[in-house]
């Protein structure tokens, strides 16, 4: 009795993940007959995406999320998501794609479908108070630094400089921490700091006084089943067309993002008169 219930357990086990499987991998076919896709975006990193006075969530990733729902004929439904939730979302099925300003590392390509090739890189800096004096990265020895949860850069620069990280779920929470002095700096991606610093009212005494750093690709991500079937084949046609017609920088100039030199040679790299990849 023991190992028939055994047997039965184990082949309905397997039947799910048969099931779970076909699922996942029919992405195409549910966005259209939904006549919706549902992209996840950053809804707190201006200007790649946030919300405007409305509500809307606007901005660079979210420009790129509805080319994606014209090109298949659907609508674009965005969903809010952060650093520690973004692939969960994925993974679990409540969001189709995500671009949401995800640095294409190893260890991510375990959990999700990164599309090839990246769109976008950033590197990693410190928004602090000039008053801090920071000029080395050596100087956040000791110091209390406000970060994000799930940021890759986490541990290896609180093992490599000592720093203290205090995580915190969005950038809003990080924010506010830093102004309110309960740490010396905020330890993020450079790109998420051309917002802020824009603002001169509440924080023009700050700066980005260090030398970037640990420079890494951004990648649209789908299901890690699908990376390499229908869905993430089309989504690697579409990022390899965004660099070959020069979308991306255009965008990037719309919302007066600083030209990104990595952007720039990944458009000389697809110009049209070389042969597309195959991913």
Known sequence: MLMRSLKICLFAAALL?????????????RVKQRGTLIVGVKADYKPFGFRDPS??????????????????????????????????????????????????????????GIVLPDYYASGVNVLAAKSAGLKDWNDLKGKKICGIQGAY???????????????FKGTSEAENALLQGNCVGFLYD???????????????????????????PWGAAVRLEEVDKEFGRFMSGMIYTWHRTGKLIEIEKKWHIQPSAWLAKMHEKYSPDTTPPSY
């Open 55 to 112: 509500g809307k969530i606007v901005g660079f990733a979210p420009d790129l999320a509805k080319e994606v729902a014209d090109a298949l004929g659907v609508k674009l439904q965005l969903e809010p998501v952060v650093s520690s939730n973004r692939m969960q979302f994925l993974q679990q099925g409540k969001i189709d794609l995500m671009i949401a300003t995800m640095n294409d590392t190893a260890a991510r390509r375990n959990v999700v």
């Open 190 to 216: 450079d790109t998420a700091f051309a917002g802020p610093l824009s603002d001169t009212k509440t924080w023009g005494n700050y700066a980005m006084p260090l030398p970037t750093i640990m420079e890494s």
């Open 153 to 167: 850069y986490n541990k290896p620069v609180a093992e490599k400089y000592g720093a203290q990280i205090v995580a």
């Open 17 to 29: 993940g048969v099931v779970g499987s076909l699922a996942s991998a029919q992405t195409l076919e």
